[in-house]
């Protein structure tokens, strides 16, 4: 099952911040915080992720508590190409948790754009 | 750089019948994972492999079978096929599997069982 809680949708008005939440209460030291996205008839596509601490690139920001039990996902300027499914997972580093390519998606939110 | 590709994108079959899919991963990737989407379970992890063999199974039924060419290439087969085996099948590739990397996904190949 999955680890994590997200709301099911949400909506974002253009040129906004987008804030997605995430709960992982029970997540490991181990664990990262992964952010993907599925644009509709399309494969998930990488955004994020993190350990501890807060990461920013070209497409976002992850915002973790210092208690790494929740974290926010922020676009900081949405637009209409955002709309998509946005799925949080919590994942294992390699060695002893060696997850082989495994990643358990949960449900998303499902986050709409509008003009 | 070429991304995943997957063929066929789309893919009509009747019950009983078995389906081959195909996934070539980026290149330089070894690890290839399989993935079931459907509306009712949402993304499932099937299997994957790295080097030839599987390193990790998801909980699907022995009907699901995979396998993995020397450049990396793989295919997924679906034998006896059922109406719920209907599904968007995602393949995912990265450099080793492990790690905090990220997977690279296709398009996917969606299969329709009449």
């Known amino acids: 099952d999955a680890k994590t809680t997200q709301p099911p949708s949400m909506d974002c008005a253009e040129g906004r911040a987008a804030n997605l939440p995430c709960n992982h209460s029970?997540?490991?030291?181990?664990?990262?915080v992964y952010w993907y996205r599925q644009i509709h008839s399309q494969g998930p596509q990488y955004i994020i992720h993190?350990?501890?601490n807060n990461e920013t690139n070209e497409m976002a920001s992850l915002i973790i508590t210092e208690d790494r039990k929740s974290s926010t996902l922020i676009l900081p300027h949405a637009t209409l190409r955002d709309t998509a499914v946005y799925y949080c997972?919590?994942?294992?580093?390699?060695?002893?948790?060696?997850?082989?390519?495994?990643?358990?998606f949960g449900q998303g939110t499902e986050l709409s754009v509008k003009p | 750089k070429a991304g995943v590709t997957q063929t066929p994108r789309y893919l009509i079959k009747t019950r009983g019948q078995q389906v081959t899919l195909s996934c070539s991963p980026i290149?330089?990737?070894?690890?290839v994972s399989w993935y079931q989407q459907t509306p009712g379970q949402g993304l499932q992890f099937l299997f994957e492999?790295?080097?030839?063999?599987?390193?990790n199974k998801g909980n699907f039924p022995g009907r699901f079978s995979g396998r993995q060419f020397s450049n990396s290439r793989s295919e997924m087969n679906v034998s006896t096929l059922e109406l719920g085996d209907s599904a968007l099948y995602l393949c995912?590739?990265?450099?080793?599997?492990?790690?905090?990397?990220?997977?690279?996904f296709g398009s996917g190949t969606q299969l329709s069982v009449l």
């Open positions: 290149s330089g990737h070894r690890s």
């Open positions: 029970t997540i490991s030291g181990n664990e990262y």
């Open positions: 993190g350990l501890k």
């Open positions: 997972i919590v994942s294992p580093t390699g060695g002893l948790y060696n997850q082989g390519g495994k990643l358990i």
């Open positions: 492999y790295f080097s030839e063999t599987q390193r």
């Open positions: 995912a590739s990265s450099w080793t599997g492990v790690g905090d990397e990220k997977l690279f």
